[in-house]
């Protein structure tokens, strides 16, 4: 009922497109951690605990990252924001945690079931406080446009292969981001301030008009240039169309570190 009564809310709620992926993984991690919980007392938990360890490997992971790499940094400077920012990077390091004594539990041949009822309703616990709470917040604190660049970005850094217009392939290393964009003619990324990292940008195929604030010039296959971080930039395919490639250096996540790792005693 609890999952129900959260799913009901969520369909009331209109997020703001840059928020809806994450309310949608919050959806799936809800069915996830009810699973689990229900699996510790059932017949046979070890295969609930290593259903749900495989579901959290493989998207709760990556959630984790995307609020740490990009929706977190926007607010945890405002006086506002910085304690439920702080609750809900706690919360990410304690399901990483018990996450990894299930794993070691189940390497063992032990299965624990007051371990993984904590883990799913911790897990439950933290998607409501975000959904609830943060996310509310985060879309009243950020103008839209701030928004819509994080839409931008997310997209941009999308792992998985796909077709069309847009992000295509990416890959990415503790230091690196390196995404690849195809784009049909006249399409592009829309007009953004790149405020972190300097961008490479590398054309492929067919050729692109790069717009920033030194102005507008054009790249043909082969051909490349760094939009340096803090300039508003946009990039357009010209008549045939374009492929490039796009590399930055990784976002660093935003994480709780003790005082005396941040120089104080």
Excluded at 181 to 207: C, F, K, M, Q, Y
Aim: hydrophobic share 45%.
């Amino acid at each position: 009922m609890r999952v129900l009564a959260v799913s009901r809310y969520a369909r009331k709620v209109k997020r703001h497109a840059a928020l809806v992926p994450l309310s949608h993984d919050h959806h799936d991690a809800l069915v996830a951690a009810r699973r689990l919980r229900r699996g510790a007392d059932g017949a046979e938990p070890a295969v609930a605990a290593a259903d749900f360890l495989g579901f959290f490997a493989a998207e709760t992971v990556r959630h984790f990252r995307e609020e740490e790499e990009l929706l977190f940094p926007q607010v945890v400077d405002r006086d506002e924001a910085r304690e439920l920012v702080v609750v809900a990077l706690l919360d990410h390091q304690r399901l990483h945690a018990l996450a990894a004594e299930l794993t070691a539990l189940l390497a063992a041949g032990e299965v624990n079931a007051a371990v993984m009822r904590a883990l799913g309703e911790g897990l439950e616990a933290h998607i409501r406080l975000e959904e609830r709470r943060l996310f509310p917040m985060i879309e009243r604190l950020l103008a839209n446009e701030t928004l819509n660049v994080l839409a931008l970005v997310r997209d941009e850094e999308e792992r998985s292969p796909g077709q069309g217009s847009g992000p295509i392939w990416g890959a990415a290393s503790e230091d690196l981001n390196a995404t690849l964009l195809s784009w049909n003619a006249g399409r592009g990324t829309p007009e953004h301030v790149n405020a972190e990292r300097d961008v490479l940008i590398v054309v492929l195929a067919g050729s692109v008009t790069v717009r920033t604030d030194e102005g507008a010039h054009r790249l043909c296959v082969g051909e490349t240039t760094i939009i340096d971080k803090g300039q508003r930039r946009q990039i357009t395919a010209g008549r045939e169309g374009a492929r490039y490639l796009s590399v930055h250096r990784r976002r660093q996540p935003l994480q709780i570190k003790s005082a005396r790792r941040l120089g104080r005693v």
